[in-house]
């Protein structure tokens, strides 16, 4: 990844030649991946001096299970090539480690091989490239990983009412996007094309959910008093490439603090934002700039900017409304509508209490049981 150079960057370069474990899952997307793998990354590959062993994947968690067990250093890069569905896996796998300090701190690679691919999208954008698509898109993949330069993304910490800790890299949704993830999944053989069949079925069927969404506004001025600040501590936890905490602060394996979040069972702190309204269509805490390859949700978002894009529909839009702000966001001047149902704030922080157990939630485009969760 090689985006102009901001002030606390910090880049590495992978050795030549490299080593580098892919991970491809051949039933992504339309079930083109290990094909377009073989004819347009691998050559570029090679030619690059990249060494690649593949490892394909036969069933749900198999990567998980796989980094999680794996001796790590006979790589130099892990390579996830499929949709952010096996990332996801392979990050929640890498936390799963004993030394999962030191594991996270191996450069991670995605190629696009999924029906979304929206860190790919992402990380194109960051870059500084054209828009493109499919196989254009793994073609810039693989040459930003043929340079070699990498730097550090955040992760952002879940915890659920009923007990799970899940380490998300692009965002956790409630109600009509993740709906639209979710019902679309039987159309994943049409390729990206499968969200806009989703769109237009769940806006025929437009539901309302209920439940409070609270934050910590990235911008104290946002709050009712200001937020504290402790700015030797990670903002958003199990950073990719970060320094593991100081010795002495936690034991061996321990997994980083939610300094910044109470428990569920406890209400949110005063410096917390409450949103009046609790009736929404969608919520969607989003941290990368793109929500899949042709939706840009986040123009503002960074790599690692510390920040959660929080954006949340309320109830009452029209579904011509919802549609214009979907198309827009192909462009990523959905914000430029001024829809007044729609809000956007950049957070730190966020708890969502779903009123009743209804809706589908999603974690980087996995579903997830609908409960109380904060980040």
């Known amino acids: 990844l090689s985006p102009p150079p901001r002030p606390g960057d910090s880049y590495g370069v992978l050795p030549r030649p490299c080593r580098a474990l892919v991970l491809l899952n051949p039933q992504s997307g339309a079930g083109r991946a290990l094909d377009d793998f073989q004819a347009v990354a691998q050559p570029m590959l090679a030619e690059a001096d990249v060494a690649t062993t ?11 299970e796989k980094v999680r067990d794996e001796d790590l250093s006979q790589w130099d890069t892990l390579v996830i090539m499929s949709g952010d569905g096996l990332l996801y896996e392979v990050v929640n796998g890498l936390m799963e480690r004993p030394d999962w ?30 828009h493109v698509a499919k196989k254009k898109l793994l073609m810039n993949c693989t040459f930003i990983l043929c340079k070699g330069l990498h730097t550090q993304m955040d992760l952002v910490s879940l915890s659920t009412a009923s007990g799970k800790r899940l380490f998300s ?30 769109t237009l079925q769940c806006l025929a069927k437009l539901r309302v959910y209920q439940g409070r969404l609270s934050y910590l506004p990235a911008d104290p001025e946002q709050g009712s008093s200001p937020a504290p600040t402790d700015p030797g501590a990670p903002v958003t936890n199990g950073q990719a490439g970060c320094a593991p905490p100081p010795a002495g602060t936690a034991a061996l394996g321990a997994l980083p603090t939610d300094s910044l979040l109470v428990p569920l069972s406890q209400p949110v702190p005063e410096h917390w934002t409450v949103v009046p309204e609790e009736e929404f269509v969608t919520v969607y805490a989003i941290y990368q700039s793109h929500l899949g390859t042709n939706l840009l949700m986040a123009p503002a978002a960074q790599l690692h900017d510390g920040c959660i894009h929080l954006f949340y529909l309320k109830a009452g839009i029209s579904r011509v409304a919802l549609l214009k702000i979907f198309l827009a966001m192909g462009k990523g001047t959905h914000l430029d509508l001024n829809c007044p149902h729609l809000c956007y704030v950049p957070v730190r922080a966020f708890r969502l209490e779903p009123r009743v157990a209804t809706g589908i939630m999603t974690v980087d485009g996995e579903a997830l049981p609908c409960e109380p969760v904060q980040g």
């Open 54 to 64: 593949v490892f394909i994947t036969e069933r749900p968690h198999h990567a998980q």
């Open 169 to 198: 890299f692009l965002g956790f949704g409630w109600g009509f996007i993740s709906d639209v993830d979710i019902d679309s999944e039987k159309y994943r053989r049409l390729g990206n094309a499968r969200f806009t069949v989703g």
């Open 101 to 130: 300090a030191e594991a996270m701190k191996k450069p991670l690679c995605i190629l696009p091989g999924g029906s979304g691919n929206a860190l790919a999208a992402s990380i194109n954008y960051y870059a500084g490239n054209d």
